[in-house]
T-cell receptor, first 117, second 112 residues
Framework: SAVISQKPSRDICQRGTSLTIQCQVDSQVTMMFWYRQQPGQSLTLIATANQGSEATYESGFVIDKFPISRPNLTFSTLTVSNMSPEDSSIYLCSVEDRKRGLQETQYFGPGTRLLVL | QKEVEQDPGPLSVPEGAIVSLNCTYS??????FMWYRQYSRKGPELLMY????GNKEDGRFTAQVDKSSKYISLFIRDSQPSDSATYLC????????????FGTGTRLKVLA
């Protein structure tokens, strides 16, 4: 399965600023996903990023707040813009990959822990 | 009603116990069922993957899907302290329907 890394692993930011999170995969993948994981809540899909097309955002998430880039098949970024304390969360990147002949399924990066003061 | 319901725990068991983790769901279109394990301060790790109804076994782990009851389970035999983690169920509608719906996760602690 794909090996996924994220940068930064954690950050503390001031409200009103922006943070860009990077996701790097060690193999080419078509679909990459960005999730948010808040304490006591399930993973929530923010958007799907396919290379060469605009990201598709889920209900409740907008491009102005969470702009996404997908310049190639191994890399994506998520920016959390104009941050407020409510944006404090873990942000996870995942990719769709095939493992040992199984149906494609999703594999996750280690996450970025964001605290907004 | 949430699409996927999962008891958040925490669940504490002695080492060697059999652990049963469960999720219920409401969407009959779900065809693929996954269990992820998430250690503290780590990303979710795919543990088990099942298509449609039935059982699947992998070492000490067994995943069961009962589509008629909209109920899935993960059993851990001979539980170890290293199994202490949060277990997340996830499900999707299948090929071409990539969106995963996750449960909130069950925190498991296996006591040595």
């Amino acid at each position: 399965s794909a090996v996924i890394s994220q940068k930064p692993s954690r950050d503390i930011c001031q409200r009103g600023t922006s943070l860009t999170i990077q996701c790097q995969v060690d193999s080419q993948v078509t679909m990459m996903f960005w999730y948010r994981q808040q304490p006591g809540q399930s993973l929530t899909l923010i958007a799907t990023a396919n290379q060469g097309s605009e990201a598709t955002y889920e209900s409740g998430f907008v491009i102005d707040k969470f702009p996404i880039s997908r310049p190639n098949l191994t890399f994506s970024t998520l920016t959390v813009s104009n941050m407020s304390p409510e944006d404090s969360s873990i942000y996870l990147c995942s990719v769709e990959d095939r493992k040992r002949g199984l149906q494609e399924t999703q594999y996750f990066g280690p996450g970025t822990r964001l605290l907004v003061l | 009603q949430k699409e996927v319901e999962q008891d958040p725990g925490p669940l504490s068991v002695p080492e060697g116990a059999i652990v049963s983790l469960n999720c219920t769901y409401s969407n009959s279109a779900f065809q693929y069922f996954m269990w992820y394990r998430q250690y503290s301060r780590k990303g979710p790790e795919l543990l088990m993957y099942t298509y449609s109804s039935g059982n699947k076994e992998d070492g000490r782990f067994t995943a069961q899907v009962d589509k008629s009851s909209k109920y899935i389970s993960l059993f851990i035999r001979d539980s170890q302290p290293s199994d202490s983690a949060t277990y997340l169920c996830a499900m999707s509608g299948g090929s071409g329907t990539y969106k995963y719906i996750f449960g909130t996760g069950t925190r498991l602690k296996v006591l040595a």
